[in-house]
């Protein structure tokens, strides 16, 4: 063993490969996204009737989508939290404690009582377990991606973030499934308890997530910032001051792609169920196709980003979700199964995947070593609860203040505008050394 593994137990050991951490690195990402994204489908199917049955049935789901966003709203804090710590501390250490902390809030809101059993408390208990939720996934992202894209070859960046990206369809995969399986309980079962299966299911898939994540060691990169004694005193006051510009353009490289998802897997499962009598399975399964679609699209990305760009991706995506906000509303209007499936699967990659896959080496690209957990984590949380937790609330509110969806169309329009002036004033990233 070297002087500086035993000065410093950062360094990583003989031994450890670049797969163990993408493995590592996948299959907890994919733990908390699936935690974080059950969230979604029960606030479409069911939190408005067991929390906020009080509530007129549009104003139930407003207020459930509500309580969905304040898990958005959490997430800067998070990130700002663990973006701090984790450029003091190491990367390694943050990932854990975000695990345990996801794990915990999901598993508890599976044995929350209902408004008929505690009244005002249900919703109040659904809101802070939902908040603890939002903080742990704000500190996951940035961690699990710079565990990958700091350790690997440079040359690989963007296929290798894209395969933490794989997390988030994996979760989603595993959440729809779960999902699609209790919905099948006759409609009594599935609302007293069969909804809570999805939730306590993740006791499980926590302690396996965090048995492997126990085994990794720190990133080369953060090792090295550690040893030569260079740690920043307060990374996060660095990004704000000193790197504004790159918190800027990370926001604004979040704010279409974000927006999209949960529209697609959150704002359209109660479109299609309340607004269009769609069965829960016809548009549960679409949403399951597309994120299987994404298990090849992201790496397939995440590689061509590697030898094109970054940035070339963005501006297809951007101008793809742009053109795509009005077909999306029309094909789903359609009530064909097979039409809604193959749609919001091909939606699905060329607006959310196109951006999502290189955004993990993207964002984290801007920054230097030293706040690079800081500045991704936070330009991203900050963007996720500006644009996705509230797209689902603001879409339903725009439907039911116009009754068309054409302002909701006009809406995600506007933010790939956004993205897209990001994107041209951004920096191609892809071919410099970190």
Same mark, same amino acid.
């Not at 116009?402 to 933010?415: D, F, K, N």
């Given at each position: 063993?070297?002087?500086?593994?035993?000065?410093?137990?950062?360094?990583?050991?003989?031994?450890?490969?670049?797969?163990?951490?993408?493995?590592?690195?996948?299959?907890?990402?994919?733990?908390?996204?699936?935690?974080?994204?059950?969230?979604?489908?029960?606030?479409?199917?069911?939190?408005?009737?067991?929390?906020?049955?009080?509530?007129?049935?549009?104003?139930?789901?407003?207020?459930?989508?509500?309580?969905?966003?304040?898990?958005?709203?959490?997430?800067?804090?998070?990130?700002?939290?663990?973006?701090?710590?984790?450029?003091?501390?190491?990367?390694?250490?943050?990932?854990?404690?975000?695990?345990?902390?996801?794990?915990?809030?999901? %598993?508890?809101?599976?044995?929350?009582?209902?408004?008929?059993?505690?009244?005002?408390?249900?919703?109040?208990?659904?809101?802070?377990?939902?908040?603890?939720?939002?903080?742990?996934?704000?500190?996951?992202?940035?961690?699990?991606?710079?565990?990958?894209?700091?350790?690997?070859? @440079?040359?690989?960046?963007?296929?290798?973030?894209?395969?933490?990206?794989?997390?988030?369809?994996?979760?989603?995969?595993?959440?729809?499934?779960?999902?699609?399986?209790?919905?099948?309980?006759?409609?009594?079962?599935?609302?007293?308890?069969?909804?809570?299966?999805?939730?306590?299911?993740?006791?499980?898939?926590?302690?396996?997530?965090? %048995?492997?994540?126990? @085994?990794?060691?720190?990133?080369?990169?953060?090792?090295?910032?550690?040893?030569?004694?260079?740690?920043?005193?307060?990374?996060?006051?660095?990004?704000?001051?000193?790197?504004?510009?790159?918190?800027?353009?990370?926001?604004?490289?979040?704010?279409?792609?974000?927006?999209?998802?949960?529209?697609?897997?959150?704002?359209?499962?109660?479109?299609?169920?309340?607004?269009?009598?769609?069965?829960?399975?016809?548009?549960?399964?679409?949403?399951?196709?597309?994120?299987?679609?994404?298990?090849?699209?992201?790496?397939?990305?995440?590689?061509?980003?590697?030898?094109?760009?970054?940035?070339?991706?963005?501006?297809?995506?951007?101008?793809?979700?742009?053109?795509?906000?009005?077909?999306?509303?029309?094909?789903?209007?359609?009530?064909?199964?097979?039409?809604?499936?193959?749609?919001?699967?091909?939606?699905?990659?060329?607006?959310?995947?196109?951006?999502?896959?290189?955004?993990?080496? %993207?964002?984290?690209?801007?920054?230097?070593?030293?706040?690079?957990?800081?500045?991704?984590?936070?330009?991203?949380?900050?963007?996720?609860?500006?644009?996705?937790?509230?797209?689902?609330?603001?879409?339903?509110?725009?439907?039911?203040?116009?009754?068309?969806?054409?302002?909701?169309?006009?809406?995600?329009?506007?933010?790939?505008?956004?993205?897209?002036?990001?994107?041209?004033?951004?920096?191609?990233?892809?071919?410099?050394?970190?």
């Amino acid at each position: 063993m070297s002087t500086a593994e035993v000065t410093n137990p950062a360094v990583p050991k003989e031994g450890s490969s670049i797969k163990h951490i993408v493995a590592a690195s996948v299959l907890g990402t994919t733990v908390e996204w699936y935690d974080f994204l059950i969230y979604g489908t029960a606030a479409a199917l069911v939190f408005n009737k067991l929390f906020f049955p009080q509530f007129d049935p549009l104003v139930g789901t407003l207020a459930a989508f509500g309580s969905y966003a304040v898990g958005f709203v959490a997430r800067p804090l998070g990130g700002a939290i663990f973006g701090h710590f984790g450029d003091k501390l190491g990367r390694k250490a943050m990932l854990t404690l975000t695990m345990i902390i996801m794990g915990a809030g999901t %598993f508890l809101i599976g044995c929350l009582p209902t408004y008929d059993q505690v009244g005002i408390l249900a919703p109040i208990l659904l809101l802070i377990l939902r908040m603890a939720q939002g903080i742990g996934i704000g500190g996951e992202w940035g961690g699990a991606t710079l565990m990958v894209i700091e350790s690997g070859d @440079r040359n690989r960046r963007g296929f290798l973030g894209s395969l933490v990206q794989v997390g988030f369809p994996l979760g989603m995969v595993c959440a729809t499934l779960i999902f699609l399986l209790v919905s099948k309980l006759p409609d009594d079962q599935f609302m007293s308890w069969g909804w809570r299966l999805p939730f306590w299911l993740s006791a499980i898939l926590v302690a396996v997530g965090l %048995f492997v994540r126990m @085994r990794l060691v720190e990133t080369p990169k953060f090792a090295k910032v550690q040893e030569q004694g260079e740690v920043a005193k307060a990374p996060l006051l660095d990004v704000l001051t000193k790197d504004f510009k790159n918190f800027i353009v990370a926001v604004g490289l979040k704010l279409s792609e974000v927006a999209w998802v949960y529209v697609l897997i959150g704002f359209l499962v109660y479109y299609a169920t309340s607004q269009l009598h769609l069965p829960k399975a016809v548009i549960l399964d679409a949403v399951l196709y597309a994120a299987i679609l994404e298990l090849v699209t992201l790496p397939l990305f995440g590689l061509l980003s590697d030898y094109v760009g970054r940035k070339p991706l963005y501006i297809a995506g951007t101008v793809l979700s742009m053109f795509a906000a009005f077909p999306l509303f029309t094909l789903v209007e359609t009530k064909d199964p097979t039409t809604i499936a193959i749609s919001i699967a091909i939606i699905m990659s060329i607006t959310h995947g196109l951006m999502f896959s290189p955004q993990a080496a %993207f964002i984290p690209e801007l920054f230097g070593t030293k706040v690079r957990y800081s500045g991704a984590s936070l330009g991203v949380q900050v963007s996720a609860a500006i644009s996705g937790g509230f797209a689902p609330m603001i879409a339903t509110g725009l439907l039911a203040y116009y009754g068309t969806t054409t302002p909701i169309s006009w809406y995600l329009i506007g933010l790939g505008a956004i993205t897209l002036v990001a994107t041209l004033v951004s920096r191609e990233t892809a071919f410099k050394d970190l």
